[in-house]
């Protein structure tokens, strides 16, 4: 599976947008981005993926560039409960079950009021 | 709420007790993992269970067992464990054969004495 590079950490101001890169410039064609996050001592959550197309859900947006070596997820209007870990992942589906997500360092994201 | 059920959440042990996580999933998942996060540490995938037969281990020591019995419950069995052995346990399930994201548990926060 593909690398991904994320800033360790960053802030965003309560009801403003968050927007979290993700670079992934060794991205392979059949692999997708995904992201999860980690609020303090919870499991992980997914959130949202895409394969190069720009997706949205009621949680996320997620920008993937055109050649898709890098991503950006945009929480449209952050509250003080999306402070969390941000996890972007890369990665191929396979049927079997060993193919599963392979978690690095991600994002800690803090919104203050 | 994510379907997925871990108890106890919390557990303090001895390093000669003997003890058992328990995972519980509803959702018709046929995938199964425990993954073991230390502080400060991405979370590290330990075993992977499908359709109640171990496919992965990933290098984890014998003092951890895991169990599948059903394809709704996962066990993870502890002896004799180490101080360092003290982390967060994680439960995950998803069903294979699909662009379907994994669901997590809450955790079991392990601490070793």
């Known amino acids: 599976d593909a690398k991904t590079t994320q800033p360790p950490s960053m802030d965003c101001a309560e009801g403003r947008a968050a927007n979290l890169p993700c670079n992934h410039s060794t991205i392979s064609g059949n692999e997708y981005v995904y992201w999860y996050r980690q609020i303090h001592s919870q499991g992980p959550q997914y959130i949202i993926h895409?394969?190069?197309n720009n997706e949205t859900n009621e949680m996320a947006s997620l920008i993937i560039t055109e050649d898709r070596k890098s991503s950006t997820l945009i929480l449209p209007h952050a509250t003080l409960r999306d402070t969390a870990v941000y996890y972007c992942?890369?990665?191929?589906?396979?049927?079997?079950?060993?193919?599963?997500?392979?978690f690095g360092g991600g994002t800690r994201l803090m919104v203050k009021p | 709420e994510t379907g997925v059920t871990q108890t106890p959440r919390h557990l303090v042990m001895g390093m000669t007790n003997k003890k058992s996580l328990k995972c519980e999933q509803h959702?018709?998942?046929?995938?199964m993992y425990w993954y073991k996060q230390s502080a400060k540490k991405p979370l590290e995938l330990m075993f992977v269970y499908s359709l109640e037969e171990r496919v992965e281990n990933n290098s984890v020591p014998s003092r951890f067992s895991p169990e599948c019995p059903n394809s709704s419950h996962l066990f993870l069995h502890l002896h004799t464990l180490q101080p360092e052995d003290s982390a967060l346990y994680l439960c995950?399930?998803?069903?294979?054969?699909?662009?379907?994201?994994?669901?997590f548990g809450q955790g079991t926060r392990l601490t070793v004495v």
């Open positions: 992942i890369v990665r191929v589906f396979h049927n079997n079950a060993g193919n599963m997500l392979t």
């Open positions: 995950a399930s998803r069903r294979t054969g699909g662009r379907t994201e994994a669901f």
């Open positions: 959702l018709g998942h046929n995938a």
């Open positions: 895409g394969l190069k």
